[in-house]
């Protein structure tokens, strides 16, 4: 199954984030995966993300290994340029007809193992309990945007969760000027 599209949407009634992710796969219909991630969940996954981003830099580019915040960084922005320019961030959700492999319900995220290899897609995988696992790849650029969209939802939701990356409370203020 390959990752079609992902959404996070803050639920203020729940005060939870629901994620969508939606699987396709030629000859199959829609697959689609709803799970609430929570805050708890959330302020402990930022330090593996994190960890995760920097690691990856050192698998890819291990002779930059020593600059990895840096690269880290540039990777995030370039990745963000990169989804605007495509207009990924405004494609809405497709709800035609899909399967629902959980019943449609989401189940509450309690865990999340994060899986890298050199120049490989990152392998997430989100734990809900015993009856919900599922696995999102994520190329480099998906993985910044994931980032990003969770980061809103959490400003939305004004959960107190610093940014996730250095500079990214940056990226949002708006041109500047200098004189």
Not at 95 to 115: C, F, K, L, M, W
Not at 131 to 157: N, P, S
Request: some cysteine; glycine content about 6%.
């Amino acid at each position: 199954m390959n990752l079609h599209q992902l959404q996070a949407t803050y639920n203020p009634e729940e005060d939870r984030i629901l994620f969508r992710v939606s699987f396709r796969d030629q000859q199959a219909p829609l697959q689609e995966v709803r799970a609430w991630l929570t805050r708890r969940l959330l302020v402990n996954l930022w330090p593996g993300v994190i960890k995760a981003l920097k690691t990856q830099v050192a698998l890819d580019q291990p002779l930059a290994a020593h600059a990895k915040d840096e690269i880290m960084n540039m990777e995030h922005l370039a990745s963000l340029t990169e989804i605007n320019a495509r207009g990924d961030f405004n494609v809405p959700f497709e709800t035609g007809e899909q399967a629902y492999p959980q019943d449609g319900r989401p189940g509450i995220v309690t865990s999340v193992n994060i899986h890298l290899a050199a120049n490989e897609a990152a392998r997430v995988v989100f734990i809900a309990g015993e009856k919900m696992e599922f696995e999102v790849r994520f190329m480099k650029t998906e993985f910044h945007g994931f980032c990003m969209m969770l980061q809103d939802c959490i400003k939305l939701a004004d959960w107190g969760i610093g940014p996730l990356l250095a500079g990214m409370e940056e990226i949002d203020a708006g041109p500047r000027v200098l004189n």
